[in-house]
């Protein structure tokens, strides 16, 4: 915000610096006409960056401007700011000053935000990877799995086989990833082989449920990992008993993808936030930055929910 | 010496017992799955020394919040990573054991264990040996003669005894390894105290009612068993 009011104020202060120069050129300075020019440069500035942030076109931003622009000439011509001018005139100053207003607007507020966007983008992107990675190749996780493994050699040698297997797999994916998305179907196959390795070293079990449909619409990478580690975590785990973790995926007529991922355990610890509470505000921004897609926690039923609806990608 | 395990994670607290048992110098006493479980057990049969998991289910270290409230003569912290080292050092660990689990690992640590614990508490290793079940969340400690019998289903274990039924957080091999002498493998999936055996006739009748199936291929096995044990029947 504070970032904004600064662009606005210097864009403002060019605007002014404008008027000046205009003055000059035409003879002595008129104070009256730089006060219109910054005080109209602010208004549209500030109107427009509302307008944007409602996520309207930028046709009707461009179109707002110069209407906006005409309004305001009128309005201090009214208050007796523009001395004797014609109508005629009056419009095209207001016109003008709209279409500058745009210009002032795109190099001040609208690209530096775009870019600082792409930015946070890649930015969130690496760190939602990096958690993934550091989930499934911390060395906690390995060893304690080197360490099921060698328990397991013994009496369950296939179960023993198949940790080795899957942890081989959750090497490579991790160490293969490219791309800002992926298809559900291979975030769901990444997931499942984090869950095998979670089910034969814990009493937790994992239902599936996602409609074909869904498999191939595109998701931000490794968007549900932090979702599911969260559930196994902090909920399933908790469980005295059985724990268990549902995810499933459906595709709404509006071609609305919705994944939900659900555990039994105990709830969110009303005391303390939630432990993974970093991991879910990595999840909630990627989502606001790609525009496309919400998330939230729910508890109903003695069960946890996290649902994530995104209006679906072009793959 | 007369050891506690505390291990959220199924098959790890298996080795762990039967690594343990293995190395000849310490029997295990217990075996359960959270620090609320040991606080209780710690209380009831009086372990010599602890082995805890630092990360007890879901994360955290409950470990340490164990180690630092519950008194016991000596902790050995389990863990993936020697975490936490200064911390545990103050409060009285005595060892770390590292995972992977090896036999030398834990045979070493029980070393290490057995030259720093109270020598009251090498000497009390005849204390009876108790088996820890579960029923919801009371826990109940056993003694090996009131138990009839272990039963494992999947990956729960229960025990079948003159109180009742009960889970058990152990699988039937680490039961074996702690428990061996009383107890014979019938069946995969039963562990038998012979001195519960009623009658034999097909299957086992043991203690009151319970009926145990003998596995076909050690029928024979058992047979003997229970005859080599008993004056008085005659040999066909």
Redesign the interface.
């Known amino acids: 915000m504070r970032r904004r009011a600064i662009a606005i104020a210097l864009a403002c202060a060019v605007a002014g610096a404008l008027q000046v120069l205009h003055s000059i050129a035409y003879g002595p300075v008129d104070p009256s006409g730089v006060v219109y020019g910054i005080a109209t440069t602010a208004i549209e500035l500030a109107a427009l960056t509302a307008v944007h942030d409602r996520r309207r076109s930028v046709v009707a931003i461009a179109a707002l401007a110069p209407v906006l622009g005409v309004a305001l000439a009128f309005g201090f011509a009214l208050a007796g700011g523009m001395g004797e001018l014609p109508a005629r005139v009056v419009a095209q100053i207001g016109l003008y000053n709209g279409v500058v207003s745009v210009g002032l607007w795109a190099l001040a507020v609208a690209m530096p935000e775009a870019r600082a966007r792409t930015v946070e983008l890649e930015r969130l992107r690496t760190a939602a990877e990096l958690a993934t990675l550091r989930a499934h190749l911390q060395?906690?996780f390995?060893?304690?799995t080197?360490?099921?493994?060698?328990?397991?050699a013994a009496?369950?040698p296939g179960e023993a086989r198949e940790l080795i297997a899957a942890l081989g797999d959750l090497l490579r994916d991790a160490l293969d990833a490219r791309g800002e998305t992926h298809a559900l179907a291979a975030e769901i196959a990444w997931l499942r082989r984090y869950a095998r390795i979670v089910e034969?070293?814990?009493?937790v079990r994992f239902r599936w449920d996602i409609a074909e449909a869904t498999e191939r619409v595109h998701i931000p990478r490794m968007l549900l990992q932090p979702l599911v580690e969260n559930a196994v975590?902090?909920g399933a785990?908790?469980c005295?008993d059985a724990g268990e973790v549902s995810v499933t995926a459906t595709l709404d007529g509006a071609r609305t993808l919705r994944c939900v991922v659900e555990d039994n355990g105990p709830g969110p610890a009303t005391s303390q936030p939630r432990?993974g509470a970093l991991g879910l505000e990595l999840v909630t921004r990627r989502l606001e930055l790609g525009g496309h897609g919400t998330f939230r926690l729910e508890r109903a039923d003695d069960r946890t929910r996290s649902i994530v609806e995104i209006a679906e990608l072009a793959p | 010496m007369r050891v506690l395990v505390v291990e959220?994670?199924?098959?790890?607290r298996?080795?762990l017992v039967e690594l343990i048992e293995a190395t000849g110098v310490a029997q295990v006493a217990g075996a359960v799955a959270?620090a609320d479980d040991a606080r209780e057990a710690i209380a009831a049969i009086a372990p010599d020394v602890v082995f805890v998991d630092i990360?007890l289910?879901?994360?955290?270290a409950d470990g340490l919040a164990l180690v630092r409230e519950a008194r016991a003569p000596a902790y050995v912290l389990a863990t993936?990573?020697p975490e936490h080292a200064l911390d545990a050092y103050q409060l009285g660990v005595v060892d770390y054991v590292?995972?992977?689990?090896?036999a030398e690992r834990v045979a070493q640590c029980l070393d290490r264990v057995r030259a720093r614990v109270p020598a009251r508490a090498q000497a009390g290793a005849t204390a009876p040996v108790r088996i820890v079940g579960r029923r919801?969340?009371a826990l109940v400690f056993l003694r090996v003669d009131e138990v009839w019998a272990f039963e494992a289903a999947d990956?729960l274990a229960s025990v079948h005894s003159t109180r009742g039924t009960f889970d058990v957080d152990l699988?039937l091999?680490a039961i074996e390894a702690s428990l061996g002498a009383a107890l014979v493998r019938v069946h995969r999936n039963w562990l038998v105290n012979v001195e519960h055996v009623r009658e034999l006739d097909g299957e086992l009748l043991v203690g009151d009612a319970l009926r145990v199936p003998v596995a076909r291929e050690r029928a024979t096995a058992v047979r003997d068993l229970l005859l080599a044990n008993t004056a008085g029947l005659r040999r066909r």
């Open positions: 060395p906690h390995l060893l304690n080197l360490n099921t493994i060698a328990a397991l009496e369950e034969i070293r814990h009493r975590q902090h785990l908790r005295r432990a | 959220d994670e199924w098959a790890a298996n080795y959270t990360q289910a879901g994360g955290g993936a990573h590292l995972k992977p689990f090896t919801k969340r990956r699988s091999a």
